[in-house]
């Protein structure tokens, strides 16, 4: 359950937050099970894990959460460390100090055609003790955004419990808890939010949000170069920020051409192994942080309190994609990561622009019904194509659909709760090869040089 927009919002490293920062959070938290007795430590990962996981640095992330490290506080550049100095030594260091031996190219097993049965991003973790009797073991799943589910976790929750953990379970209940108020979709979730800190904590927790989303673009904009992978795949935000200050020197350029340029820029990072904030996801990382931009950068009135609202209210609506269907590209496609992006940013966007409960909701509810059916089909198992550029055109998509909705006065005839069903109903009937396996689409029809 996402109790908290924080929970939705988590500062990591790419590239992937699923096959990334999950993994190496699982791996992190399995080193907490084994002790002493241990002498030998395996890896087993399955599905779209194995499928792109090289492309995705799962095997790396793995390593480095053998090692101790997590994506929240982890330097990639200790981690290149780390990870230098375990494959060097073949062994991992215990917790308490003590040596198992670990060699990643035999030690991290790749069943690319093996599906567990839970998820596609399913994992499993083994130690031995010197005797080959196996001492501990533990099987999870990488579920989008971070978040991993073990497999020994029971999915059922007693509704009394749900209720506390979460006021609203769906978008018509936050509507009418708006409604019952008088107040906002973002007042709503404010009010969950302060039952479990303070508003300072609040505050200061939602700005090491913005500041590392700010941070991500800033660095993105400074790089150049190729990005890693086989595809030599050349960062363009970089040259394309140069010409866009040019341009505004002359006669100004146009606002959706920075907010293409501010995706693309986070992407770039995050395809690089960079930090970032999943928004809900790495691989849609770039939306939600250029839509903030826009609104500070383009929209009068824009102050810090305008910001948090922001992303309560699209935090809010994220929580509801992941309860009640998926923020996993390997489950239900990139409907699930730049769709749901897409209708965050314009319920956030709609709000901070003045928008009804109902209005917001319609953004949302827009921002996702023209991403239904959208494929994961990364080209090289790399998140470089198409999804560096889908980030662009996903934060166009999500202004224009609030905008949209602010036209018109909230009445609509698809509800945001329908348009939620119908993804995870599209997402089921999807084919395998189109979520996130490059089995399919661009991923096989686009040579990789």
């Not at 779209?48 to 101790?68: C, E, K, M, P, Q």
């Not at 020994?152 to 506390?164: I, K, N």
């Not at 949302?364 to 889908?390: F, K, S, W």
């Amino acid at each position: 359950m996402a109790a908290s927009i924080f929970d939705v919002f988590r500062i990591g490293i790419g590239p992937s937050s699923s096959h990334t920062m999950g993994p190496m959070t699982a791996a992190a938290d399995f080193m907490q099970l084994v002790g002493r007795e241990a002498a030998r430590l395996q890896v087993v990962l399955f599905g779209s894990l194995a499928l792109t996981g090289r492309g995705h640095a799962t095997d790396t992330a793995v390593i480095a959460g053998l090692a101790g490290h997590r994506p929240e506080s982890v330097n990639p550049d200790e981690m290149a460390v780390t990870i230098a100095r375990v494959q060097l030594r073949q062994e991992i260091t215990r917790p308490d100090g003590g040596a198992i031996r670990f060699d990643g190219s035999t030690d991290i097993i790749w069943r690319p055609r093996e599906r567990l049965n839970a998820h596609s991003n399913g994992m499993r973790f083994m130690a031995w003790d010197e005797a080959g009797q196996l001492v501990a073991e533990r099987t999870c799943y990488s579920v989008g955004g971070g978040a991993v589910v073990y497999a020994d976790d029971s999915d059922e929750v007693e509704p009394a419990t749900r209720l506390l953990t979460r006021p609203f379970m769906s978008a018509g209940e936050l509507l009418d808890m708006a409604a019952i108020a008088g107040g906002s979709i973002a007042d709503v979730q404010r009010r969950h939010e302060l039952r479990m800190m303070s508003p300072e904590c609040f505050s200061a927790r939602a700005q090491q949000l913005v500041d590392a989303m700010t941070q991500c673009i800033e660095r993105g904009l400074r790089q150049d170069g190729v990005l890693p992978g086989s595809l030599g795949v050349k960062r363009r935000a970089h040259s394309i920020y140069a010409r866009l200050r040019r341009c505004d020197a002359v006669e100004g350029a146009r606002p959706l051409d920075w907010v293409k340029l501010w995706a693309m820029a986070v992407n770039e990072e995050n395809a690089s192994g960079g930090r970032m904030v999943t928004a809900p996801t790495n691989g849609a990382a770039g939306i939600i942080p250029a839509v903030i931009h826009y609104y500070l950068g383009f929209v009068e009135g824009a102050n810090a309190r305008g910001v948090e609202d922001f992303l309560l209210t699209a935090g809010a609506v994220g929580a509801l994609f992941k309860e009640n269907a998926s923020i996993s590209g390997a489950e239900v496609g990139c409907q699930g990561e730049v769709g749901v992006a897409c209708s965050m940013a314009a319920a956030g966007l709609a709000a901070v622009l003045g928008g009804t409960a109902s209005q917001v909701e319609n953004a949302a509810e827009i921002g996702m019904e023209h991403n239904l059916g959208l494929t994961c089909d990364p080209v090289g198992g790399l998140v470089q194509i198409p999804c560096i550029e889908r980030n662009a055109m996903g934060a166009v998509k999500a202004i224009e659909a609030a905008r949209l909705a602010m036209l018109g006065d909230g009445t609509h005839h698809v509800t945001l709760d329908q348009v939620i069903s119908t993804m995870l109903r599209t997402g089921r009937d999807m084919s395998e090869k189109y979520k996130e396996t490059s089995l399919g689409g661009l991923a096989v029809n686009v040579v990789e040089c």
